[in-house]
């Protein structure tokens, strides 16, 4: 068996929702047996090839060329290819409504285990050049623009999923009403029994719901949320670390450190360094 081919973007070159991009190409007669899952949602798509993947219960998804795949949260499977294949994956955290309308639907509760959806080849191949040049060229914005990509081919795929009649669900009202309370307030203190009055459910209910949509629970989103909002503080400001674990309502410095360095690899202070650097060497 050969081995994989990665091109990997850097995650300091995507936005939130965004959290991992690859353009991978593999070998024939390849995959993985071991159950697994992911805590994000996963999108694949594939520029050339064939790729099966396997659930518990005996689902079955099967992708030729030009199909993609979006993979819930916390859903175990395993895949196998016996071509050769090239494909672009993408996983990335549930997207808000708040933030980018009705692209949130293409990635909620309506998701039992899988959705497929189908694009010319030649279109995921584009959208892979254009991220390769940006990310070849590194200049300023390009994360931006990597992320402005990315967004427009989710457009694509939302378009795709509505047409193709897989009914997008909404996520629930009261849902909706909590999820907005965090986006407007994160900076406060914000607790399980105030979001879940706010939905008008019982605590249990609401956290049951919450996950079933965003395959996290509130706190843990909030806690995510900030983290994000530090990272891009962090690469487009000049506030000072402890400013910002000030201004995001983090009262624990340490602990804001640690968390940031858990999701994101990194610490606080090596990104900021890095993002200096970056841009010294842009002068």
Known sequence: MGLAIKSVVSQKFLLPPLRELELIEYPGNYGSQILHDHKYFQFTALISGRMNYVFPGGSLAELNCGDAIIITPGH?????????????????????????????????????????????????????????????????????????????????????????????????????????????????????????????????????????????????FLVDYRLERARLLLQSTGMRVKEIADYLGLESFSYFSRSFKSKFGYSPGTLRKHTFDSRKNLL
């Open 76 to 220: 175990a499977h395993n895949w196998h290819l016996s071509e050769r294949t090239r494909t672009l994956q993408l996983m990335l955290e549930p997207i808000l409504p708040e933030e980018y309308g009705e692209l949130s639907r293409l990635f909620d509760s309506s998701i039992h285990e899988f959705r497929i959806l189908h694009f010319n080849p030649a279109e995921i191949a584009e959208c892979w050049k254009k991220i390769e040049q940006e990310y070849e060229r590194f200049q300023p914005g390009s994360n931006l623009m990597i992320s402005i990509f990315l967004l427009e081919f989710m457009v694509s795929a939302l378009r795709k999923a509505a047409g193709s009649g897989f009914g997008l669900a909404r996520t629930a009202p009261g849902i909706q009403a909590a999820m907005s309370h965090i986006i407007r307030n994160y900076q406060k203190r914000i607790t399980l029994v105030e979001l879940a009055s706010i939905a008008n459910l019982s605590i249990s209910r609401f956290s049951q719901l919450f996950r079933e949509n965003f395959g996290c629970s509130p706190i843990e």
